[in-house]
């Protein structure tokens, strides 16, 4: 009859609406996943592109990598794009990006006493981990991210618990400008440059890494009174104290600003394995689907521009008001002991149970429905990655760092940590100190933003000028944001560094956009 009709055809009208949108979001990931022609470069949730003059290419074998090196002047290598800033585009608007995620083997070697892992640059650091847990071993700390691929954390400097994972490089072979492969060995002069480059000594193909007997973490975590940030920079100075050779974890401090939360997360190693204990069968792959990959069509655009308006729209206060629940369920999940069975359900991957290594027998990384989850709000939010890196001393101008930190809390969602970190000689680290002077420990803050409030006046641009004032010698991490307001705060070795890149890559070839000025070739 009538009545049922007109209850009927609203429901028929959103299924059409909805099989449609389907169809035009399926379509713009297999556009990617495809690379037909047109298909733009893009980071993991299609935030970034790199143009419609750059093309992609996707070589599965080293004689197609060094082909295109040599067909094209202007050249950079990615993987799974998780980067939110634009150095994984070439410099030149009609260049291209070599996908190396073809280049995923790996091969356990002894390494003098111990041993030693070399993997292809584009293997998923949570694989690379599975592969080597099978065989009763582990990174010296488990990938922050599993998600990201070797290369990339190698180029960038990934880090987690206080360490980066460039302090076990043991060597890193380069496709170099003319399509030659040359091998640097950790000792050998240009070292300090290699271990992380950037991507400016050229397209990474292949890393060696020391690896240790596999040791299981346990996880636990304490609310701590919420302190100013003179009290918040004296806890951390005594975290430091903690941290007495390369095999202690680091803790870190963990901050919910909206709801006046302070927690310190506990991350004890149980001992290292007195025999390797290899698992009979292989740990089950990590496979992330990266089912968000858009970036293609009308239908991510339209709903980024949607996106970014109702940020827009929404006053700061009530935004920050929004904070509260969201940084209360994430607490709640995240450190709960009543909710410890969900966590488990849930694979969440903060903590080393969700990784495969809170047990004596470990259970590797996996793509969970956590990590789905993550990922999704990283694509509704627009979500933006955000370290900002400092000296803990003197104190006095520490607190002044995280005092800029800390006024911009609007920015920082569901939670902001930081952890420390002793400081590094390789050249452009971010914890760079020159060899031979004393050691620095440095903070490292961060926490995710959305996008659309990092691009008001009151958000990147706001933190980056407090920063600038009030935090001299402040640093970022390689991979992820504030570079568009604040890429001309240089810190490194960048002289040494420029004498390196020129020699090997004379014609600025492997060149990425937005280079900051101090590092382009002289």
């Avoid at 394995?273 to 655009?301: D, K, M, T, V």
């Amino acid at each position: 009859d009538a009545v049922t009709a007109a209850a009927v055809l609203p429901a028929g009208v959103l299924v059409v609406v909805g099989a449609v949108i389907a169809g035009l979001y399926l379509q713009e990931l297999d556009k990617f996943r495809s690379n037909s022609p047109g298909t733009r470069w893009v980071n993991w949730i299609g935030e970034f592109d790199c143009g419609a003059g750059v093309s992609i290419e996707r070589p599965t074998s080293l004689s197609q990598v060094q082909d295109a090196v040599r067909r094209h002047a202007s050249i950079r290598a990615a993987a799974t794009g998780h980067s939110f800033n634009p150095f994984a585009c070439p410099a030149k608007e009609k260049g291209a990006v070599i996908d190396v995620r073809a280049f995923d083997s790996v091969q356990v070697v002894r390494h003098g006493d111990g041993h030693a892992v070399t993997a292809g640059a584009g293997i998923k650091m949570g694989q690379l981990q599975n592969e080597i847990l099978a065989r009763g071993l582990t990174l010296r700390v488990p990938p922050g991210n599993s998600a990201y691929t070797l290369g990339g954390c190698i180029a960038t400097g990934c880090h987690n618990l206080g360490q980066s994972h460039a302090q076990d490089l043991l060597a890193v072979s380069f496709v170099m400008h003319n399509g030659t492969v040359r091998e640097v060995k950790k000792g050998d002069a240009d070292f300090d440059a290699a271990a992380v480059s950037l991507g400016r000594m050229g397209i990474i193909l292949s890393v060696t890494l020391e690896v240790l007997p596999y040791r299981s973490l346990s996880w636990s975590a304490e609310q701590l009174p919420m302190a100013n940030t003179t009290v918040v920079i004296d806890t951390l100075a005594e975290m430091k104290k903690r941290f007495t050779s390369r095999e202690t974890v680091g803790n870190k401090l963990v901050f919910y600003l909206a709801t006046g939360v302070m927690m310190m997360e506990h991350w004890t190693p149980q001992g290292r394995a007195a025999e390797l204990q290899e698992s009979p069968e292989p740990l089950p792959p990590y496979i992330n689907p990266q089912g968000f990959r858009l970036g293609q069509g009308g239908i991510s655009s339209t709903f980024t521009q949607i996106r970014d308006f109702t940020f827009g729209l929404i006053p700061i206060h009530v935004l920050n008001a929004l904070q509260v629940p969201a940084e209360t369920a994430f607490m709640g999940l995240h450190s709960s002991p009543a909710l410890a069975k969900v966590r488990k359900a849930m694979g969440w991957q903060h903590t080393p149970e969700g990784r495969g290594e809170g047990t004596s027998r470990p259970g590797g990384n996996q793509y969970t429905w956590a990590g789905w989850v993550d990922e999704t709000m990283n694509l509704l939010m627009g979500l933006r990655h955000v370290e900002v890196v400092f000296a803990l001393e003197p104190r006095e101008q520490a607190a002044k760092c995280l005092d800029a930190v800390f006024a911009h809390r609007h920015l920082t969602w569901w939670r902001l940590n930081i952890r420390t970190q002793l400081s590094e000689s390789f050249l452009m680290s971010s914890t760079y100190n020159p060899p031979g002077s004393e050691p620095v420990t440095f903070l490292r803050t961060d926490f995710v933003a959305p996008g659309a409030l990092m691009d008001l006046p009151s958000g990147e641009a706001s933190l980056t000028a407090r920063l600038h004032r009030d935090c001299p010698g402040w640093r970022k991490h390689w991979g992820k944001s504030l570079f568009a307001t604040s890429s001309e705060e240089k810190w490194g070795d960048e002289e040494a560094f420029r004498e390196v890149t020129s020699r090997w890559d004379p014609k600025g070839k492997f060149e990425p956009r937005a280079n900051p000025s101090w590092l382009k070739p002289r």
